[in-house]
């Protein structure tokens, strides 16, 4: 049979005796690193995201606030976190912090960009607004089954694990923590 009967309009390949060996990438091991790199920034990232509810806020006085004296919320989705907290302030004003960011995790940093931010203090002071987006970076620390790291731009720190996480806050005029805020998941 020739190959112009077959339509290919072309001479058929004249047999080789080179030997077909097939050859290992270079890059493989370099491309598996990074998946896991990346897989575990993404781990942080999961352990992160959600819906999350202000369950109670404990005050250095050792007074700990519930609903509706504190509330607030948080959603973490693909990368975007808002989150909103309304409370009161030890003179019974009501006072409140509202801000969005874009947030990353890698295995050793949290990376957020503040995209806006609002906080009413409660002194009657017309509320403060910042929109100008910034960037800034955090180490994050893993042990065990927590994932801790300190919020570039606000006073928490911040503790996760499972479904609770815990923001504390330090004093404003130093010596040790001026709150603590206590959040669950919500599924």
Known sequence: MQWSSLGMGCAPMEPTDRRMTPRKPVWTPWFVAALV????????AQEFEGVWKLTARKLP????????????????????????V???????????????????????????????????DG?????????????????VKREGGQLAFKLPFDPPSVVVEGDKMTATA??????????????????
């Not at 002194?123 to 180490?139: A, I, L, R």
């Open 86 to 120: 309304f409370s009161h302030t030890p003179e019974g004003k009501p006072a409140s912090f509202s801000a969005v960011s874009t947030y990353k995790f890698s295995p050793t940093e949290y990376t957020e960009t503040l995209l806006f931010s609002v906080l009413d």
């Open 61 to 84: 006085n050792g007074t700990t606030l519930t609903p509706p004296a504190v509330q607030g919320a948080i959603m973490c989705q693909s990368g975007v976190w808002t989150r909103v």
């Open 37 to 44: 790199v990346l897989s575990c920034g993404l781990a942080q």
């Open 170 to 187: 330090e004093s404003p005029r130093g010596g040790g923590p001026g709150f603590i805020d206590y959040w669950e998941r919500v599924r």
């Open 123 to 139: 002194s009657g002071k017309p509320p403060t607004y910042s929109q100008t987006p910034e960037t800034k970076s955090t180490p």
